[in-house]
């Protein structure tokens, strides 16, 4: 029972948004960092939408009695 | 005495003759009311119930006589007359009287510990927490019988995947139900925290007070308010409220609005993911057409002076086109004239007028004093050409030696 993933939507999420708002931070982009982030924007959006299509939820029943 | 025989309808007139006696004028009735209806707009009919000897009064009246507005739950006091009605056999108060006497016992509890509650802070919008965009545990505390355990999962499917549900079942009403829920909140609020569910959920569908009881439950609010998991909670449909609702984090309508506000809508993050992903290459692509730009400036500014440079070549071609035009005949005349010159001297021409061409190792002699006697010359004739030996130069020879 591990909490953690291979890909941790949250952090990638949050990874691709600061990278979009990278992009408008500034007027004149470097150009080998923009290509360089956008890159990498490319490849979080990718593992991204992957995530996306996983259709299964688990349920897990806990089986334990709740005695007061 | 012999008894009387008496028909039912004849009897029954005598039971209501004696009901008669009662002075209903001072005899004031105080009850719970419940199950209130009105029956085709014109008949009320509700119980009138005594909590504490289990005892109930089932009261008739018509729709003009009451003045006020009662519902399921009130306490009220009632002025009526007791009728057994014959064709039916039942015993009805005709109510005259209706006066609410404050609200009925459940409602007056709940409001009363709401206000507790409330006073405490236990609903201060300032405490309330928010959820993780992204979850990916969700603590699902609601009855595996219940409507409500469906609609949630199956809302939660449609939305979105990857989610574990950890489902502790409890009574969502009944006796167990509060000791239940409190030990769920309890069990996960144990949990080591890298094992600890993102969010719970506690749900239910739809009831009166009385099915809502655990909701309501001053324990279940205080379990609520504790819990370090932030807590949705959603009770039945849109206009039910439950304490246990003013207290969670989130407050959703019903079980499956609880699912929708736990986990976003692949669509929507799908198109979020997609928005950003344009806007990159938007920005992107204008760097580069940036770039571009300067790119085009300078290879526009090379091209040009080399066109400038062709342009000057092609005005000096055509000077010289134009000179050369002018200049050729004059050339050409010149040139003539040379040749004629060179004609006239050409030493083929002199020898054919007899003269001899006379040369020492090819060298033409021009002076006779540069050789001496014995010296073998070529002479050259306009046709053919002789050796010869030098006998005298000058008129000075040597003696030949015999």
Not at chain 1, 9 to 23: G, R
Not at chain 1, 32 to 60: C, I, M, P, Y
Not at chain 2, 58 to 87: A, D, H, N
Not at chain 2, 125 to 152: C, H, Q, Y
Request: charge should be negative; charged fraction near 30%; include cysteine.
């Amino acid at each position: 029972m591990t909490k953690k993933k291979e890909v941790n939507f949250a952090k990638a999420f949050e990874e691709l948004e600061q990278i979009t708002q990278w992009f408008d931070s500034e007027e004149n982009l470097d150009l080998d960092k923009g290509l360089k982030q956008f890159e990498r924007g490319l490849e979080l959006a990718g593992e991204l939408k992957e995530k996306l299509s996983e259709v299964e939820n688990k349920v897990n029943d806990i089986k334990e009695k709740f005695a007061v | 005495m012999e008894a009387q025989v008496f028909s039912v309808g004849q009897y029954l007139g005598l039971v209501n003759q004696a009901l008669g006696q009662i002075p209903s004028a001072q005899v004031v009735v105080e009850g719970e009311v419940s199950d209130f209806r009105i029956a085709q707009g014109k008949w009320v009919s509700f119980d009138l119930k005594d909590e504490q000897e289990e005892a109930v009064l089932k009261c008739f009246m018509t729709k003009w006589q009451l003045k006020v507005e009662i519902e399921s739950g009130m306490r009220v006091q009632v002025i009526g007359s007791p009728k057994v009605y014959e064709r039916f056999g039942t015993f009805k108060m005709n109510v005259q009287e209706v006066a609410p006497v404050g609200e009925g016992a459940l409602q007056q509890a709940y409001q009363l510990l709401k206000k507790k509650l409330e006073t405490e802070g236990l609903f201060d919008p300032s405490r309330k927490r928010g959820l993780p965009r992204f979850v990916e545990r969700i603590g699902l505390i609601t009855s595996r019988d219940a409507a409500a355990f469906g609609d949630f999962l199956q809302i939660l499917n449609n939305r979105w995947g990857g989610v574990t549900v950890s489902h502790t079942h409890v009574h969502v009403q009944g006796r167990e139900a509060v000791k239940d829920i409190v030990g769920a909140f309890a069990y996960f609020n144990a949990l080591p925290e890298l094992d600890r569910p993102d969010v719970l959920v506690l749900t239910r569908g739809g009831g009166g007070l009385e099915d809502l009881h655990a909701f309501n439950d001053e324990q279940v609010a205080r379990a609520v308010f504790s819990s370090t998991i932030p807590v949705v909670c959603a009770v039945g449909h849109e206009r039910d409220e439950s304490l246990a609702d003013f207290v969670a984090d989130v407050r959703a309508s019903t079980p499956s609005n609880a699912a929708e506000r736990v986990v976003p809508s692949r669509s929507d993050v799908q198109y979020e993911i997609e928005t950003m992903e344009r806007h990159m290459e938007e920005r992107i692509t204008d760097v580069v057409q940036a770039h571009g730009r300067v790119i085009e400036r300078a290879t526009g500014s090379i091209s040009f002076i080399l066109e400038r440079q062709k342009e000057r070549f092609r005005a000096i071609q055509e000077r010289l086109m134009v000179a050369g035009e002018d200049w050729l005949p004059l050339i050409r005349s010149e040139l003539e004239g040379v040749a004629r010159v060179l004609r006239q001297v050409d030493p083929k021409r002199v020898l054919a007028r007899g003269y001899s061409l006379v040369t020492v190792d090819g060298a033409v002699l021009t002076d006779a004093s540069k050789v001496g006697v014995g010296t073998h010359v070529g002479v050259q004739l306009a046709a053919g050409s002789f050796e010869a030996e030098v006998k005298s130069v000058n008129g000075k020879g040597q003696q030949k030696l015999v």
